[in-house]
């Protein structure tokens, strides 16, 4: 057990220490290793690659993309603020409590943590540094609620972690909904503090005629989360089909409704979704083809029975997973750590009786932590972008929020019913 697992790790981390991206690293391993190491014909691999992304599931990576491109271009997150602010504007560090809430809302609707990190903050950040905000503090909030893109309903790592452990993708969406919310909560009440503490800006209370004017104009937004718990949960259609659908929906209201986007940029948007589909996809390829090699040298199960004889225990093991999760997020992005991860993992979790949606959220709140921190915290560059600080000042500025997120990590850790009540009542599970 051992020398396979060591081979096949030790290829992978030689491989990856040399600059190679992941994607690479994982198909190259598999090639060395079949041809140098097993029987395996090597046209077994050619079939694999094909074969690999023949799942019906993973149409909806590619679809939520698209969904959260249109929905960027398409004026819905400048809305989502308007009506976050009339609510807690008048609070201390209103505008910036408004940043957080704004950046859930979206996340119930787009499913990418970039993507909100991008829609959110790029209107966001400058409103707050001319209101008198320091720079430091606004891109540490939009780093952090950022990452409920991927915590909330729709999430490509989700679907990605379903397709990986044949878990449910309409249990999972829904299961991160009060997690997403708790950790909205948490991170508006760290702002708060932040704010009432070192005296930042308040802005006038908006009336309630201009908070129903702005939950008007977002409603239009909004009523995608309806469409995605309400068509999953009623059996209309897919977690997949609900992608689609929220694809042409996102289409509709930027083109048609708040006509944002002109028709004229639809063909720029459908690029970048492909770039950005193809590029995932490529990772998903070569994770899957890892993950056969994987299955073939019973690596999961061996893993997983060297895990139970260490006698770790439920608590134990879980306390292990993040560890490793959180080692993983400083060299390796979600969607490869998850590829990697969750078939090795979850065989040993199941047996220890650990549900499996539990476990697929829990490692969605891994990765959240994961883009928050460098070397390759995804947010922490897009947010370089937008405010045109350095790597090194926003670890500095995240901090006080990317604690907060440990201790929420170990809430969801250890409290599973968080995750498990809503689709359990809803009948998902």
Not at 281 to 310: C, R
Request: with cysteine; net charge positive.
């Amino acid at each position: 057990m051992v020398g396979k697992i060591g081979i096949v790790f030790a290829l992978l981390i030689a491989l990856m220490l040399t600059g190679i991206p992941v994607s690479i690293a994982l198909g190259l391993t598999v090639l060395m290793f079949m041809y140098l190491l097993t029987q395996v014909p090597i046209e077994a691999v050619a079939l694999k690659l094909f074969t690999g992304i023949e799942k019906f599931e993973i149409m909806a990576i590619p679809f939520f993309i698209l969904a959260g491109n249109f929905l960027t271009h398409g004026g819905v997150a400048k809305r989502m603020i308007n009506f976050a602010t009339s609510m807690v504007g008048h609070w201390h560090g209103g505008l910036a409590l408004a940043g957080i809430i704004s950046c859930a809302m979206f996340a119930l609707v787009c499913g990418s943590s970039v993507a909100t990190v991008v829609a959110i903050g790029s209107i966001i950040l400058p409103a707050m540094v001319k209101q008198g905000y320091p720079k430091q503090f606004g891109a540490g909030v939009i780093i952090t609620a950022g990452s409920l893109g991927i915590l909330m309903l729709p999430s490509i790592p989700k679907v990605i972690y379903a397709i990986s452990t044949n878990t449910s993708i309409g249990a999972l969406f829904v299961a991160g909904l009060f997690p997403g919310m708790l950790l909205t909560a948490m991170l508006c009440a760290t702002t708060w503090y932040l704010a009432r503490k070192h005296g930042y800006p308040r802005m006038k209370r908006a009336t309630w005629g201009e908070r129903w004017k702005a939950f008007r104009e977002s409603i239009w937004g909004l009523m995608l989360v309806v469409i995605i718990i309400g068509g999953i949960y009623s059996g209309i259609f897919t977690a997949t089909e609900a992608a689609a659908m929220s694809a042409v929906y996102a289409f509709f209201i930027s083109v048609f409704v708040y006509k944002d986007m002109k028709i004229a940029n639809t063909p720029k948007v459908l690029v970048n979704s492909a770039a950005l589909s193809a590029m995932l996809l490529y990772i998903i390829t070569n994770a899957v083809l890892f993950s056969f090699l994987m299955a073939h040298e019973n690596i999961p199960q061996l893993m997983a029975d060297w895990i139970l004889g260490k006698e770790l225990g439920r608590a134990g093991f879980l306390f292990f997973t993040n560890i490793l999760l959180l080692l993983a997020g400083n060299v390796m992005e979600p969607s490869s750590i998850i590829l990697v991860m969750a078939p090795i993992l979850h065989p040993a979790a199941i047996r220890l009786g650990i549900d499996s949606v539990h476990f697929g959220i829990l490692i969605d709140a891994n990765m959240e932590v994961g883009l928050c921190h460098p070397p390759v915290g995804l947010n922490l560059y897009v947010a370089s972008g937008i405010s045109k600080m350095s790597i090194t000042e926003l670890t500095v500025a995240v901090m006080p929020w990317l604690c907060t997120m440990l201790v929420f990590l170990v809430i969801v850790t250890y409290w599973p019913g968080l995750s498990l009540w809503l689709p359990r009542a809803m009948g998902m599970m």
